[in-house]
């Protein structure tokens, strides 16, 4: 028996969802259901997960459970970069081992197109754009991070730009940027209206239900999810719910909620638009991996992202978000003095599920128990294309990606509590100190 040691509780404030194009959430469970099917968790994995096991097995009945409102966990509290290189932030090119890098590439372009289809098919109103993205620096480290990953992207034969202080206000608007290196292939969107997209248009048999939250998984000859007000007895169970699966005692101490923080500006007046001046829209992600990320919206507002904490029970917590507000604010107006004190709309925090290692897990965990979890912070298009390929593996099929994913040896150990906590707290204060500007 897994019973559930802590369940999601995320900050009201996140501006993409209350933004997004108003839908009705599916009712919660209640009763016994019965499956063949469960994913448990409805953000990017368990929605592809789900809609792939419904392509694949169409006489079967699947059920999507999610514990909040579909957009309302990290899927829609992102910042919303659909990212297309490796990332690898544990490399001091960002590529690291070539092949592996071109495998992630594979999987990123894989999800990518997915994504792309699925928003033109369902009309899905996310703002979708192919902007790529800027990879800005401040500091002289930041400097040397973007040396390094160019010779990284060379190694990779993919393109990019390379802008210098003088050019970079004709792209950005701001002169905060000593350089930044552009690369064309990431798509950006509002990751709340595509998840929320994506929830209203899934194949007629996956039954989606929300605000359902499981606190127990049972398992005997069949599998069973128990919540407040009922049950579900599954054959097979697909875990989709990130860092929470650690809570039903799956991958125990390896799993890591780490929070960061967004905050989002009222849309800006033509007046201001014409002061910031750069292009309409725009995404950048720093050269630190303790720095900012910044949006411009196509509708005109500016998004900040950075700080973090480690929430260990994957829960919000004010405290947290009061200070990333305070953050949000320096950092917001140190890169827009023409715009400083600009007012926020919305400030919010989401969980990222992190490994110490930066791998992912994909594959059984236990008996008819199947995972695709953390995707340490680049789950747009991870998640898109893990839950994909995890219901295309359990329908019999192998391909270079499935295999690739299957030989990863996943999150590694990390010590108990609460030498975790005190080491996870120490790594993430030392390194948003040492990003300097960058932060
Ligand atoms: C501020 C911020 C900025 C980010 N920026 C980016 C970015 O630009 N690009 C990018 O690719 N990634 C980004 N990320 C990371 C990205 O959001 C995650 O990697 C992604 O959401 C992971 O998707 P997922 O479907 O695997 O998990 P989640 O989105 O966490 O979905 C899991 C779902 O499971 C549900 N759940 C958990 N436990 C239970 C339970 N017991 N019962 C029922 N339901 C349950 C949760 O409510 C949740 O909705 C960012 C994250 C944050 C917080």
């Given at each position: 028996?897994?019973?559930?040691?802590?369940?999601?509780?995320?900050?009201?404030?996140?501006?993409?969802?209350?933004?997004?194009?108003?839908?009705?959430?599916?009712?919660?469970?209640?009763?016994?259901?019965?499956?063949?099917?469960?994913?448990?968790?409805?953000?990017?994995?368990?929605?592809?997960?789900?809609?792939?096991?419904?392509?694949?097995f169409?006489?079967?009945?699947?059920?999507?459970?999610?514990?909040?409102?579909?957009?309302?966990?990290?899927?829609?509290?992102?910042?919303?970069?659909?990212?297309?290189?490796?990332?690898?932030?544990?490399?001091?090119?960002?590529?690291?081992?070539?092949?592996?890098?071109?495998?992630?590439?594979?999987?990123?372009?894989?999800?990518?197109?997915?994504?792309?289809?699925?928003?033109?098919?369902?009309?899905?109103?996310?703002?979708?754009?192919?902007?790529?993205?800027?990879?800005?620096?401040?500091?002289?480290?930041?400097?040397?991070?973007?040396?390094?990953?160019?010779?990284?992207?060379?190694?990779?034969?993919?393109?990019?730009?390379?802008?210098?202080?003088?050019?970079?206000?004709?792209?950005?608007?701001?002169?905060?940027?000593?350089?930044?290196?552009?690369?064309?292939?990431?798509?950006l969107?509002q990751?709340?209206?595509?998840?929320?997209?994506?929830?209203?248009?899934?194949?007629?048999?996956?039954?989606?239900?929300?605000?359902?939250?499981?606190?127990?998984?049972?398992?005997?000859?069949?599998?069973?999810?128990?919540?407040?007000?009922?049950?579900?007895?599954?054959?097979e169970?697909?875990?989709?719910?990130?860092?929470?699966?650690?809570?039903?005692?799956?991958?125990?101490?390896?799993?890591?909620?780490?929070?960061?923080?967004?905050?989002?500006?009222?849309?800006?007046?033509e007046?201001?638009?014409?002061?910031?001046?750069?292009?309409?829209a725009?995404?950048?992600?720093?050269?630190?991996?303790?720095?900012?990320?910044?949006?411009?919206?196509?509708?005109?507002?500016?998004?900040?992202?950075?700080?973090f904490?480690f929430?260990?029970?994957?829960?919000?917590?004010?405290?947290?978000?009061?200070?990333?507000?305070?953050?949000?604010?320096?950092?917001?107006?140190?890169?827009?003095?023409?715009?400083?004190?600009?007012?926020?709309?919305?400030?919010?925090g989401?969980?990222?599920?992190?490994?110490?290692?930066?791998?992912?897990?994909?594959?059984?965990?236990?008996?008819?128990?199947?995972?695709?979890?953390?995707?340490?912070?680049?789950?747009?298009?991870r998640?898109?294309?893990?839950?994909?390929?995890?219901?295309?593996?359990l329908?019999?099929?192998?391909?270079?990606?499935?295999?690739?994913?299957?030989?990863?040896?996943?999150?590694?150990?990390?010590?108990?509590?609460?030498?975790?906590?005190?080491?996870?707290?120490?790594?993430?204060?030392?390194?948003?100190?040492?990003?300097?500007?960058?932060?």
């Amino acid at each position: 028996m897994y019973r559930n040691t802590s369940t999601p509780a995320d900050d009201d404030g996140c501006g993409w969802f209350h933004l997004s194009p108003p839908r009705h959430a599916r009712p919660a469970h209640s009763g016994r259901t019965k499956a063949r099917w469960v994913v448990l968790g409805a953000g990017f994995t368990g929605l592809a997960a789900a809609r792939q096991l419904a392509l694949k097995f169409p006489q079967d009945e699947i059920v999507l459970i999610e514990g909040q409102q579909v957009g309302y966990g990290a899927s829609g509290r992102n910042s919303g970069f659909a990212i297309d290189l490796p990332h690898d932030i544990g490399a001091p090119d960002y590529i690291g081992d070539p092949a592996t890098a071109r495998m992630n590439l594979k999987l990123n372009h894989f999800a990518q197109s997915m994504i792309r289809t699925w928003v033109a098919d369902y009309s899905i109103d996310c703002q979708l754009r192919s902007d790529g993205k800027y990879q800005a620096a401040v500091e002289d480290k930041g400097l040397a991070v973007l040396q390094a990953y160019r010779s990284g992207l060379d190694k990779l034969g993919q393109p990019y730009e390379m802008i210098d202080a003088r050019d970079l206000p004709e792209h950005l608007g701001t002169s905060f940027y000593r350089q930044a290196l552009y690369t064309p292939g990431t798509m950006l969107l509002q990751p709340a209206a595509l998840v929320r997209g994506l929830a209203d248009n899934l194949p007629a048999n996956v039954s989606l239900y929300e605000n359902t939250v499981i606190t127990r998984i049972e398992q005997g000859d069949k599998i069973t999810l128990l919540h407040a007000d009922g049950e579900f007895v599954a054959d097979e169970l697909l875990l989709c719910n990130n860092a929470f699966a650690s809570h039903f005692g799956f991958l125990p101490g390896r799993l890591l909620p780490v929070f960061t923080y967004a905050s989002m500006t009222r849309p800006l007046t033509e007046e201001e638009q014409a002061r910031l001046g750069g292009k309409q829209a725009w995404g950048i992600i720093p050269a630190d991996p303790f720095g900012t990320t910044l949006r411009r919206t196509p509708d005109q507002r500016l998004l900040v992202r950075n700080s973090f904490s480690f929430n260990a029970s994957g829960q919000a917590q004010q405290r947290f978000l009061d200070r990333a507000a305070r953050q949000h604010r320096t950092s917001f107006d140190r890169r827009f003095p023409m715009l400083a004190n600009t007012p926020f709309d919305y400030t919010w925090g989401g969980s990222m599920c992190m490994s110490r290692n930066h791998l992912s897990y994909f594959g059984s965990l236990a008996p008819n128990v199947y995972a695709a979890l953390c995707c340490n912070g680049l789950g747009i298009t991870r998640g898109t294309a893990t839950g994909t390929l995890l219901a295309n593996w359990l329908a019999g099929e192998q391909d270079e990606l499935t295999a690739f994913l299957l030989s990863s040896p996943g999150p590694n150990r990390n010590p108990p509590e609460p030498l975790l906590s005190l080491g996870v707290n120490l790594n993430l204060n030392w390194g948003q100190r040492r990003a300097g500007l960058e932060a």
